[in-house]
């Protein structure tokens, strides 16, 4: 079965400066795909960035980045030029056709950013 | 496009009673999810359709929870006997068919007292 670890239960950046949340997973599985989702307090779960197993280029969205470091199954998210609204839990996520796409995520990351 | 939408987005009940809540999806998109989120943690995979067809189902959904998805468009959720280990955010999703990216709805938060 597939997992998704996140070691970091709360992080905290000051705003304008640079954070790094991991993500390692465990899979068997040679095609997947792999997710940051956002989860601000009392609202829904947003997308923020993926990342296709086949590619072995990273994924950026303006400010959001990932390292995806296939070998070593990691898969961590850097948010440049932290704002305010980058408050969030901030969950990654693993899915693969093999698993109708359902998705496994790991535990979270609480990120506050400090004004 | 609308987004996915969940009703209710609050429920309290009593130990005991039953619930059902209502998913939306997005309307082009044949597949959904249902997921549970206790505090704390990160949402975990109840059940899955395509169209009406429930094509997989979590250890975690016990017989006192059924899902439903009847002309292939909105689902819902039921549980029977409420517990109080039922209270949790639950939440919806849905995709397109050929896409790997699933859209999330608001969620029900549910509250067993």
């Known amino acids: 079965a597939q997992t998704v670890t996140q070691s970091q239960p709360e992080m905290s950046v000051q705003e304008a400066e640079t954070v790094t949340l991991s993500c390692t997973y465990d899979?068997?599985?040679?095609?997947?795909?792999l997710f940051w989702y956002k989860q601000p307090p009392s609202r829904q779960m947003i997308l923020v960035i993926r990342?296709?197993?086949?590619?072995?280029q990273n994924a950026t969205e303006n400010r959001f980045s990932v390292n995806f470091q296939k070998a070593a199954k990691s898969f961590s998210l850097k948010i440049s030029d932290s704002q305010l609204g980058d408050a969030a839990m901030y969950f990654c996520?693993?899915?693969?056709?093999?698993?109708?796409?359902?998705?496994?995520f790991g535990k979270g990351t609480l990120l506050t950013v400090n004004p | 496009d609308t987004g996915v939408s969940q009703d209710p987005r609050h429920k309290i009940t009593k130990r005991g009673q039953n619930v059902t809540f209502r998913c939306d999806p997005i309307s082009e998109h044949n597949r959904l999810y249902w997921y549970r989120q206790t505090l704390g943690q990160g949402p975990e995979f109840l059940t899955y359709?395509?169209?009406?067809?429930?094509?997989?189902k979590s250890r975690l959904l016990s017989d006192r929870f059924s899902a439903e998805r009847p002309k292939g468009s909105f689902s819902t959720l039921e549980i029977q006997r409420t517990e109080q280990g039922d209270s949790a955010m639950y939440l919806c999703?849905?995709?397109?068919?050929?896409?790997?990216?699933?859209?999330f709805g608001p969620g029900t938060r549910l509250t067993v007292t």
């Open positions: 999703a849905s995709r397109l068919d050929g896409s790997y990216e699933q859209y």
């Open positions: 990342q296709e197993a086949y590619k072995q």
């Open positions: 996520a693993y899915t693969s056709g093999g698993s109708n796409y359902k998705l496994t």
């Open positions: 359709f395509q169209n009406e067809a429930q094509l997989e």
């Open positions: 899979t068997s599985e040679s095609d997947y795909y």
